[in-house]
Structure formats: structure tokens, C-alpha cells
């Protein structure tokens, strides 16, 4: 994974548009060496991006600023978003959404949701059917086959979770 031009670029404009996105409005922003994150179904490469706040500057702001992170939408943001606004037929819902914690002394953490589903009230049916998402970074070097397979890895513990075998 490591040595894996492909994933490391795809990895380094991830961290770079958080901490861009972060400079504004932090008077500190790291983003020490990244390392492989190692799931039960797959493998990241990772960057714990912190910051120190500057003035009071609060924390669903920097979640404003944030979101969408190249990890999700691409780059750059705007004309990424477009393209995806154009090529997707369905409502991404929650998928990728921040996810995280705030307390009353403003510490908190944030996540972005690579993996979700939404399920109707009542649970899943046959006329209500749960929503999974999951997805791959596409870069110019992608092997359609190779994405895909990657995204179903990624998926297999939310379908698992509600039974549905691949």
C-alpha cells in the first residue's frame, strides 16, 4: 500500500485539503508522518490532522470549513462537486457527512463517514430497502476493477451487519 504511487497521492490530497481547508483558522495545524490504518477489511493509508484554534473560532465551524474533504469529493472542491452533481444519479445522503463530538470546553474530534447506511423507520423491507454507502478514491491511474473491489471491502462490515451477503 505504501508503495503504491497512486494511493499515496490519492492520500496526500486528502490530508492537504484538511489542513488548507484548517490554516485559516488555526494558529497551529499538524499533520504528522502518515501511517497504514489497518482494518478487518482493509487497509488506509492515514494523517491525524490537529490544530490549535485561532481566536474563538468554534468547532462546527472548522467542521464547515472541512467538509466536503478531498477524500469525498475530489479536488478542487467546486469543480469536483460539480462533476459528481452531474454524474451521480442519487442522493448521497449522510454518506460522507462529518461525524464527531464537541464538549462545553470546545475540545471534540471529527471524522469523516467513508462508510454509512440510513435505514427507514420500521427497519428495512422489500418497499423500504436500506441505503449503504461506501466508495473508492478515483485518481487518472485507477483500475476501474481494482476500485470496485475496494469499495465492496470496504462495505462487506455494514452489509454484514444487516445480513446481506456479497
Not at 499533520?31 to 482493509?42: D, G, I, K, S
Not at 470549513?65 to 475530489?74: E, M, S, Y
Request: hydrophobic share 40%.
Amino acid at each position: 500500500m505504501e508503495g503504491s504511487e497512486k494511493n499515496n497521492r490519492e492520500h496526500e490530497l486528502a490530508r492537504d485539503s484538511a489542513i488548507t481547508a484548517l490554516e485559516p483558522l488555526c494558529s497551529v495545524v499538524e499533520a504528522p508522518a502518515r501511517f497504514v490504518l489497518t482494518l478487518p477489511n482493509v487497509l488506509h493509508l492515514a494523517s491525524d490532522v490537529t490544530g490549535v484554534v485561532a481566536g474563538d473560532t468554534g468547532a462546527l465551524a472548522l467542521v464547515d470549513a472541512l467538509h466536503p474533504t478531498a477524500a469525498v469529493c475530489g479536488t478542487p472542491t467546486q469543480a469536483a462537486a460539480r462533476l459528481i452533481e452531474e454524474a451521480e444519479s442519487m442522493d448521497r445522503g449522510r454518506y460522507a457527512g462529518p461525524v464527531g463530538w464537541v464538549d462545553w470546553h470546545g475540545e471534540g474530534e471529527w471524522c469523516i463517514a467513508l462508510r454509512s447506511a440510513q435505514l427507514p423507520a420500521g427497519g428495512p423491507g422489500p418497499q423500504s430497502p436500506a441505503r449503504v454507502f461506501g466508495g473508492g478514491g478515483i485518481m487518472p491511474d485507477s483500475e476501474p476493477v481494482d476500485e470496485l473491489a475496494e469499495t465492496i471491502a470496504k462495505m462487506r462490515p455494514m452489509l454484514g451487519a444487516l445480513n446481506v451477503r456479497l
